[in-house]
C-alpha cells in the first residue's frame, strides 16, 4: 500500500517549483505505477499551484470516500484512515503555501506602489 496522494502532490509540487531532481521524480512514478487512478495522474501533472490545490481537493473527496466505504474491522482500515490524516495534513500545507505566496505577491504590489510615490514616473 502506497499514498499514491502524497506522491503525486510530491510530482505536482516539483513540477510548480521547477525541481529538476530526476531521481525523486522517478521514484515518485514508480509508487504510482503504471495506471494511477486519473484525479491522481492530473495531481502528478499539476503545473500550477492552483492545479495542484483543485487535483488535491478531488483526491481528498475520494480518499474520503474510500475510508468511508471501509469496514472498521478491516485489517487496511487504520491504515487507509492514517492516510486520510496524512492528506489532509498535506492540504492544509499547501494552503499555507498558496497563502505566503499571495502574500508575496500583495508584498510585491505595496513595494512597487511605493517605489512610484517615491520617484513618480511621470517625473
Do not use: Q
Amino acid at each position: 500500500m502506497t499514498c499514491h496522494e502524497l506522491e503525486a502532490l510530491r510530482l505536482g509540487l516539483m513540477n510548480c517549483l521547477g525541481v529538476g531532481d530526476d531521481a525523486a521524480k522517478k521514484h515518485a512514478r514508480d509508487e504510482l505505477g503504471d495506471s494511477p487512478e486519473p484525479h491522481i495522474e492530473a495531481l502528478a501533472e499539476a503545473d500550477t499551484l492552483a492545479a495542484c490545490k483543485r487535483h488535491l481537493d478531488t483526491a481528498l473527496v475520494e480518499l474520503e470516500s474510500e475510508v468511508a466505504a471501509t469496514d472498521g474491522d478491516e485489517p487496511d482500515y487504520d491504515y487507509h484512515r492514517g492516510r486520510l490524516v496524512a492528506v489532509r495534513d498535506a492540504e492544509a500545507a499547501l494552503g499555507r503555501l498558496l497563502g505566503h505566496g499571495e502574500g508575496f505577491l500583495d508584498d510585491l504590489g505595496e513595494t512597487h506602489h511605493a517605489l512610484h510615490e517615491i520617484f513618480p514616473a511621470d517625473a
